[in-house]
């Protein structure tokens, strides 16, 4: 089965402001809230408006055990976006274009590009990605077409328990990439003091933080896709799970 499609994600009105805090800290990952999953956008504990985001996501794709696509796409439900399927995914990932930011002198960000903000003294494309295991693969995890960054577990071993490593390997434009920063607990240590970095071959291993939910984020700079309009691409590629607790 070709891994080829992609199921574009439903889209809303709205627009972003023009200004906003620093955005190249912020990623998109996957999350239980109130038995439904959703699409989660923000950092550490700070979950942000994902709803007013929603026409920045790019696609949304579901998969069943097999990785064969199962048809998926995003639901208002309030003040979050939660994940519609036609039968259970075993796994669902999103991509997000979040576009051209410039920062000026004054610490503002402005959702323009350099040409627009010739003072600037930062400019750049963020791009946010992000993959949800609903359960334990059974197949190696594949890349996923539009993930410019992918993180993605080495075989098929997830750990069940909190404190045992798990080895990935970070995909930039489909090969193995080094010196890609790999934070292994995206919500609740944002500020991790030395996170670790992709080996040559593109793998780290880390510590599963968590037994509960397990947002690792992949972090890498790359060259701009435009250099009139920025410096730097970003990209931010998150991989999240949840451990079982014992019987209540």
Known sequence: MKLTRLITAT???????A?????SAHGIWFAQRARQLA???????????????????KAVTGYDADWAPVSTRL???????????????????AVMDYGLWSKTPDGEWHNKGR???PTATLAEHNWKYA???????????????GHTLQLVPVGIAIPQKAGEP?????????????????????????????????????????KVRNQGINVLMAIYVGASDNKAKADHSEYRASLSFVLPHLPE
Not at 40 to 57: E, M, S, T
């Open 115 to 117: 040409d627009e903000v």
């Open 131 to 145: 993959v949800h295991l609903n359960q334990v693969p059974t197949r190696q995890v594949p890349l996923f077409e």
């Open 75 to 93: 639901r208002e439900a309030g003040v979050i976006p939660v994940v519609d399927s036609d039968e259970p995914v075993a796994a669902v990932a």
């Open 39 to 57: 699409l989660i956008y923000g950092v550490g504990g700070d979950d942000l408006d994902a709803v007013k985001r929603l026409p920045l996501i």
């Open 11 to 17: 889209l809303c009105t709205g627009t972003l402001l």
């Open 166 to 206: 798990i080895k990935v390997r970070a995909y930039y434009q489909g090969k193995p990439m080094a010196g890609v920063t790999v934070m292994s607990d995206y919500v609740n240590d944002p500020d991790e003091a030395a996170p670790a970095k992709t080996a040559a071959d593109g793998t780290a291993t880390v």
């Open 19 to 23: 200004a906003a805090a620093p955005l």
